[in-house]
């Protein structure tokens, strides 16, 4: 059960209330990016509005204030994931940026050659294209782990490929194209057991439902504040202290060092040794503000909202004899994300013809091309939910659904 009302909810993203070619806008695509709630906007203007100057430089007062933004922020998300301490919280652009910082600066220095890296088949290009890189430089193999006919990984699955040979495994908790919740839990304990480590792209995990990192026992987990209602260009990775200690810094120049001389740098301490340059302290205003609103709401009340509306539209989907969904047809192991196909139509004017209807869907590959290519299929129409999304919402996308057909002169 969820305790919130949504139409109070809305109230509180200006951009929802807009219409889009004059209908009202049905944005289904928050696996995207989400949007943002008034608190994180006010709270990134009132940064530059009164307490912006480079964080970590100055002795004069502005410039604490905005260190002090940036590392309030810092501890916000410790507390938020329920990371031991602070050190294990670097701060960085994306998602993306934050797997390239693990594959660059772990994957280089600590996977040898022979060694295994398992993915996850499921897994978005941000978390394959820079394991293929340090594979090729170190002369690794790369194992994928594939799907069931629901897009779940079996228990078989992960054991026959996660083995005493495999240094590194590299999996999403949610898929972007599926919406399959994986058990991270499980490929952690195992994986451990092999010996190997474990990096965890939250990316579409995160923003949905409760992440206890130390509970999951997780030795990376990296995600990106717009897509939890913070900014673009902010992003996080969590990595376990004793791990990140002995990684060579990722990108060197200021702020990440503790002494240069003509020849040679020591560096900062964590998490400052991978944090180099002037950072977003904007971006972390805004993540900290989403935090709170995200907190004040609940997690596990955001969930449970989402696995409702999940439901019913999957439900309504499925009674749609000529399409074709991907990924669980229950909601067990699913998330807020559905994929399908419309019979006799390609999957981008199925999203141009949901437009003229207001509704904002992706259509595509979804920068996750071995999946697609895995599945059989080049692109696929996706919806993705937030908690700001409406029943009523889910009526109209299902009916415009209906009328594609209809549209391009073919079926009923
Ligand atoms: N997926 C989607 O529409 P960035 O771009 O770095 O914030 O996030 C990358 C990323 C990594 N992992 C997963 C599972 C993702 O879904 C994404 C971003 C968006 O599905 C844009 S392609």
């Known amino acids: 059960m969820y305790n919130f009302d949504v139409n109070n909810i809305r109230r509180d993203f200006p951009i929802l209330n807009q219409k889009i070619n004059d209908q009202p806008l049905i944005y289904l695509d928050s696996g995207a990016t989400a949007h943002k709630p008034n608190i994180v906007l006010e709270e990134i203007k009132k940064y530059y509005e009164i307490k912006n100057a480079n964080p970590h430089r100055g002795a004069y007062q502005l410039s604490v204030l905005s260190t002090e ?17 602070t050190k294990e919280i670097i701060f960085t652009k994306n998602t993306t940026e934050s797997l390239n910082l693990i594959a660059f600066s772990y994957g280089m220095n600590f996977i040898k050659e022979g060694d295994e890296i398992v993915l996850l088949i499921a897994n978005h290009h941000s978390n394959i294209v820079p394991w293929q890189q340090v594979a090729k430089t ?92 913070g900014p673009m260009g902010f992003g996080v990775l969590y990595g376990k202290e004793e791990l990140l200690n002995e990684m060579p810094p990722f990108l060197t120049g200021g702020n990440m060092i503790e002494y240069v001389s003509e020849e040679e740098t020591t560096f900062a301490e964590l998490p400052y040794k991978f944090e180099a340059g002037t950072q977003n302290v904007s971006g972390a205003a805004g993540l900290a503000a989403a935090i709170n609103y995200l907190n004040e709401i609940g997690m596990d009340n955001i969930t449970a909202y989402e696995k409702d509306l999940t439901a019913y539209a999957l439900n309504k989907l499925l009674e749609i004899d000529y399409l074709k969904i991907y990924g669980p047809k229950t909601m067990k192991d699913r998330g807020g994300v559905i994929s399908f196909t419309v ?70």
């Open 69 to 85: 933004v940036y590392e309030n922020t810092r501890e916000l998300v410790r507390g938020f994931i329920n990371a031991k301490s």
């Open 138 to 229: 170190k002369r690794a193999h790369l194992k994928y782990m594939y799907l069931d006919d629901e897009g779940r990984l079996t228990e078989d699955e992960m054991k026959e490929k996660i083995s005493p040979k495999t240094k590194l495994v590299s999996l999403c908790d949610v898929s972007n194209v599926l919406g399959t919740v994986y058990p991270v839990k499980s490929v952690i304990d195992y994986a451990h057991k092999m010996g190997a480590i474990v990096v965890v792209d939250g990316a579409q995990g995160l923003p949905h439902r409760k992440v206890d990192v130390t509970e999951l026992d997780a030795d990376f987990y990296a995600f990106s504040a717009h897509k939890m209602l």
């Open 343 to 412: 019979e006799g139509a390609h999957p981008h004017d199925v999203a141009s013809i949901l437009d003229a209807y207001g509704v904002a869907i992706r259509s595509g590959h979804h920068c996750a091309r071995p999946l697609m290519n895995f599945l059989g299929v080049a692109a696929t129409s996706r919806a993705s939910f937030y908690f700001y999304n409406t029943f009523e919402e889910i009526d109209v996308f299902v009916d415009s659904i209906k009328k594609v057909r209809k549209w391009l002169g073919s079926g009923s």
